[in-house]
């Protein structure tokens, strides 16, 4: 079964770091584009930071560029985000999601189930 | 930045109904416009990618149109199982954004 799984959130302060990793299985991870998507809940989807194959193209939205960095490793089939000066705003279910097809710019055919940070005082 | 403006936002329909669910792009994006479909406490699901294309295993009452800056979505004959919110994404362009989402109810 092809399924994405994302861990490594939870509750910390504003200022804060985090890492959250996506593992992927049931196909060869390193033949595909990956993402990060994010979504406060009960609200819209937000793309975050995107990776082709290799991890030497990548891509941030504005809100998150010098903050967050994409990277992953393939050997074992792992895709992360590193999380810095963490803010209220950032507070949101994290979702790992597989490129279809292209290496940056592509639908996203699987999604993880999330992973929740909260960033609170 | 591409933003991309769904119409409309909640609709309340009867089973059986056909639901058209427009997206409209802020300049051309080609075809680089994707569907998808998220129930409550789910991830979202690929319906339709590159504006027509429907996605493996999804039922054939769902079929998406359009290029451009004008997409649309349409459930035809819709079941109970389709009420959730649904989101269109451009990638023809970095950032890749997504709509604000419509929400489909049954009535």
């Known amino acids: 079964e092809v399924q994405l799984v994302e861990s490594g959130g939870t509750v910390l302060r504003p200022g804060g770091s985090l890492r959250l990793s996506c593992v992927g299985s049931?196909?060869?991870?390193?033949?595909?584009?990956m993402s990060w998507v994010r979504q406060v809940p009960g609200k819209g989807l937000e793309w975050v930071s995107g990776s082709n194959w290799e991890g030497v193209t990548t891509g941030y939205a504005d809100s998150v560029k010098g903050r967050f960095t994409i990277s992953r490793d393939n050997a074992k089939n792992s895709l992360y985000l590193q999380m810095n000066s963490l803010r209220a705003e950032d507070t949101a279910l994290y979702y790992c999601?597989?490129?279809?097809?292209?290496?940056?710019?592509?639908?996203?055919?699987?999604w993880g189930q999330g992973t929740m940070v909260t960033v609170s005082s | 930045e591409i933003v991309l403006t769904q119409s409309p936002d909640f609709r309340s329909v009867t089973p059986k109904e056909k639901v058209t669910i427009t997206c409209r792009a802020s300049?051309?994006?080609?075809?680089?416009l994707h569907w998808y479909q998220q129930k409550p406490d789910q991830s979202p699901k690929l319906l339709i990618k590159y504006a027509s294309q429907s996605f493996s295993g999804v039922p054939s009452r769902f079929s998406g149109s359009g290029s451009g800056t004008d997409f649309t979505l349409t459930i035809n004959g819709l079941e109970a199982e389709d009420a959730a919110t649904y989101y269109c994404h451009q990638s023809s362009f970095l950032p890749t954004t997504f709509g604000q989402g419509t929400k489909v109810e049954i009535k």
């Open positions: 300049q051309s994006i080609g075809s680089g």
């Open positions: 049931g196909f060869n991870f390193d033949d595909y584009g």
């Open positions: 999601a597989r490129h279809a097809y292209y290496p940056l710019l592509d639908a996203f055919d699987i």
